[in-house]
C-alpha cells in the first residue's frame, strides 16, 4: 500500500509514571520495531486478521486539539493518547502534526519531545504546506489536470452554444439539448455542459464523473497489463477517495487505486498499479517486494520519489 504518511517514533522513552499517578505504565522503547517507523501496509493488518486499517488512521475519541511554541513558533496539533504505546510518535501529513502518546505518560516529557524535535516538525509542517495541490477552479476557461497534461475546461449552457454547435468537429454537434449529456473531451478540452453555467456545484460533478469513467478505463487496462508482467491474478479493481492513500490491495486480490492519480502523468499511475499488484507476491515492503516491483518498473525508486513530491489532498 502506498501512502503519504511517514511516521517517526522516538525510541528515547523517559518514565511516565507521574508522581501523583501509581496506575501509569511504565514506558519502554520500541523504536527499533520496523513498524513503528513506517506505518504498516494495509494487507500486513489484514494478515493478522485486523481490519486492514492502520492504528494511527483509526479515528480515536480520545484525540484533541493542542498548541505549542517551538522554537518561537505557534502551532497546533492533534494529541493522541492510547493504552496501547509505548513510546510517543510524531506524524506529519497535509492535515498537520499528530502526536501519539501512551495513555499515561506525563506532560514533561511530551514537551521534551516536542522541544527536541521543534527544527524536523517545523521543517516538515513546511515542506507539506508547500506541496498542497492547488484549489481547481472549476468554470469556464479554466485548465484542470489529466494524466499530467493541462485540459482547457469549457462549460456551456443548456446545451452546446449556437456557435459551438456550427463547429463541424464538435463532437455532440446537432444535438439541441445536451444539458444532461457527460462531459466530454476534444483535444486538449473538456466540455462540460450543465443547466446553470454559474453552477459551480454541478460542473465539478460532471468534471468528476469524468475523471471516474476515464480512471475506471485506464486502471482497468494498466492493471490487466502488468498483471500478466507479473504473473498476478487480481481480483476487483476499484477507485478510491481515500486521503492518505494512492492505493491499496488486500489479500482477497482486490486493487484500490486513487482516483486522483488520473491527474498524473501515466509513468506515476503504472508506478502505484505495479506496487499494489506487487503486494500480490509479497505482501509486505521487504526486499523481494522491490525485487517484484522492478521486474515491471525497474526504475521505481526514481518514481516512488516522484510520487512524494506531489499532494494527494
Ligand atoms: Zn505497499
Not at 502518546?101 to 506525563?106: D, F, G, I, T, V
Not at 482547457?152 to 463547429?167: F, I, P
Not at 450543465?194 to 485506464?218: F, H, K, N, P, S
Not at 498524473?264 to 522491490?290: G, T
Request: aromatic residues 6%; proline residues 6%; glycine residues 6%.
Amino acid at each position: 500500500m502506498l501512502k503519504r504518511l511517514r511516521n517517526l517514533v522516538l525510541p528515547s522513552a523517559p518514565p511516565a509514571r507521574g508522581r501523583n499517578d501509581p496506575s501509569a505504565v511504565p514506558a519502554r522503547p520500541q523504536g527499533s520495531s520496523p513498524e513503528n517507523i513506517v506505518a504498516p501496509c494495509a494487507p500486513c493488518f489484514e494478515r493478522r486478521g485486523t481490519s486492514g486499517v492502520s492504528p494511527l488512521l483509526r479515528n480515536d475519541p480520545s484525540a484533541e486539539q493542542r498548541a505549542a511554541v517551538l522554537a518561537g513558533k505557534h502551532i497546533s496539533y492533534t494529541l493522541k493518547r492510547s493504552s496501547r504505546r509505548r513510546s510517543i510518535g510524531l506524524r506529519i501529513n497535509d492535515k498537520g502534526l499528530t502526536v501519539s502518546m501512551p495513555l499515561r505518560a506525563s506532560e514533561r516529557w511530551l514537551n521534551s519531545v516536542l522541544q527536541d524535535k521543534a527544527s524536523w516538525v517545523l521543517e516538515k509542517l513546511d515542506s507539506w504546506q508547500t506541496r498542497k495541490a492547488p484549489v481547481l477552479n472549476m468554470s469556464d476557461g479554466e485548465f484542470i489536470p489529466y494524466l499530467g497534461e493541462q485540459l482547457t475546461l469549457r462549460v456551456v449552457a443548456g446545451g452546446w452554444s449556437r456557435s459551438d454547435r456550427d463547429t463541424p468537429d464538435m463532437p455532440l454537434a446537432g444535438i439541441s439539448s445536451v444539458f444532461a449529456a457527460p462531459a466530454c473531451q476534444h483535444g486538449d478540452t473538456l466540455w462540460v455542459s450543465v443547466q446553470d453555467e454559474g453552477d459551480a456545484t454541478m460542473i465539478e460533478r460532471r468534471v468528476v464523473e469524468w475523471y471516474r469513467q476515464q480512471a475506471g478505463i485506464l486502471f482497468a487496462a494498466r492493471v490487466a497489463h502488468y498483471a500478466a508482467l507479473l504473473d498476478v491474478a487480481p481480483g476487483a479493481i476499484k477507485l478510491s477517495v481515500a486521503k492518505t492513500q494512492w492505493g491499496s490491495c488486500n489479500a482477497r486480490g482486490t486493487v484500490r487505486l486513487n482516483l486522483q492519480l488520473v491527474k498524473f502523468p501515466l509513468r506515476l499511475i503504472d508506478y502505484v498499479v505495479v506496487h499494489e499488484l506487487a503486494h500480490l507476491r509479497e505482501m509486505n515492503h521487504s526486499v523481494a517486494f522491490w525485487k517484484v516491483v522492478a521486474v515491471a518498473c525497474p526504475d521505481y525508486a526514481k518514481l516512488r520519489r516522484e510520487l512524494k513530491t506531489v499532494s494527494l489532498s
